[in-house]
């Protein structure tokens, strides 16, 4: 049977071709089926690092671990590009968290006829934090920030109604001074997340166990005056990390003061690091049975994501709660590399 030949793109398209690599984000020219015809030099840099050659792949399965935020659907799924030329827009992350945002427009000639598609995906992931860190802003200044001196005021107005009880009840000033310290606390932490956000890692090669050691035996008297006994499992001869050591520091006693204020008075704290699948995790279990305070984490949080690790949080009511900081082994290269900031 003869084969009609396939009407040829229109010049546009051609002088499209050419100039993808010129573009600042990852570009991809489809055929009208939806296999990658053309892909540009920051395309190829993102998905073509396993050696395999983008052309002829389709596209939809290529991006298949591109998410839509929230309901997880395929950003870019199979009928956008079966139907007929209509343009996909979306935002969604991968699997390593970075967000993206994907539009895909048919290509097409005077008479409607398809001649292919362009897909453009720009990383998104600094606006996302951009967006994070103002949304935490206001959250802070409109609660947090406000949530001790409200109280502070209520307890006095309750003074000023009943002055003689307040001054024979020695619990108003204590209340006040605990709610005083609370905000103070909040303050601190909300400080401590804003600078590690925006400064840069000054990166070493460091002793992830020794580091924890040491953390653990500052934080010695405030367990014994909360009759708290920390366990430090045995831990590993070395453990080499690259790391800021000063985020990680922070990081840890901030893990660590989170467990010690939900231990009740005679629990023990148990604190460990181990090696699994090319990772350090350093775990707190702690005796609590109720979900972690999220926020007082926050700043761990945020230190493992700018080390390429995470925080993983396991509670149930009859086994306690766990908390690890996981955090990548260096690899031979980073062992010998020289450490700069980034």
Do not use: Y
């Not at 840069?200 to 005056?225: F, I, K």
Request: overall charge neutral; glycine content about 8%; some cysteine.
């Amino acid at each position: 049977m003869k084969r009609h030949a396939r009407t040829p793109p229109p010049p546009d398209w051609r002088r499209l071709r050419d100039s993808l690599d010129h573009w600042p984000d990852a570009a991809l020219l489809l055929d009208p089926e939806g296999r990658v015809a053309v892909a540009n030099l920051v395309a190829q840099g993102q998905w073509q690092g396993a050696g395999a050659p983008l052309q002829g792949q389709p596209a939809d399965s290529l991006l298949s671990g591109l998410r839509r935020r929230g309901d997880g659907a395929p950003l870019l799924p199979r009928a956008a590009l079966r139907g007929g030329p209509r343009a996909t827009c979306g935002e969604g992350e991968d699997a390593q968290g970075r967000g993206w945002l994907l539009r895909c427009l048919p290509l097409v000639d005077e008479g409607q006829g398809l001649h292919g598609w362009l897909v453009v995906l720009v990383d998104v992931t600094l606006l996302w934090l951009a967006e994070a860190q103002r949304d935490h802003a206001l959250r802070f200044l409109s609660h947090d920030a406000r949530q001790s001196a409200t109280t502070i005021l209520a307890m006095l107005d309750l003074a000023r109604q009943r002055p003689e009880a307040a001054q024979a009840d020695g619990r108003l000033l204590q209340g006040i001074e605990r709610e005083a310290q609370a905000g103070l606390d909040r303050s601190d932490r909300f400080v401590q997340l804003a600078r590690t956000q925006a400064r840069p890692l000054q990166t070493e090669l460091l002793d992830l166990a020794a580091l924890l050691r040491m953390v653990v035996d500052a934080a010695w008297s405030t367990a014994g005056r909360q009759r708290v006994r920390i366990l430090l499992r045995p831990l590993p001869d070395d453990a080499p990390c690259v790391a800021d050591r000063g985020m990680l520091t922070r990081a840890l006693g901030a893990m660590l003061d989170h467990a010690l204020d939900r231990s009740p008075p005679g629990s023990i704290l148990s604190c460990a690091v181990t090696a699994h699948d090319g990772q350090w995790r350093v775990a707190l279990r702690e005796p609590a049975a109720g979900p972690p305070v999220r926020q007082a984490l926050q700043l761990a949080r945020t230190v493992a994501q700018r080390h390429g690790g995470s925080l993983d949080i396991e509670h149930a009511a009859d086994a306690g709660c766990t908390v690890t900081l996981v955090l990548p082994r260096p690899t031979a290269a980073e062992l010998a590399a020289p450490f700069t900031e980034s």
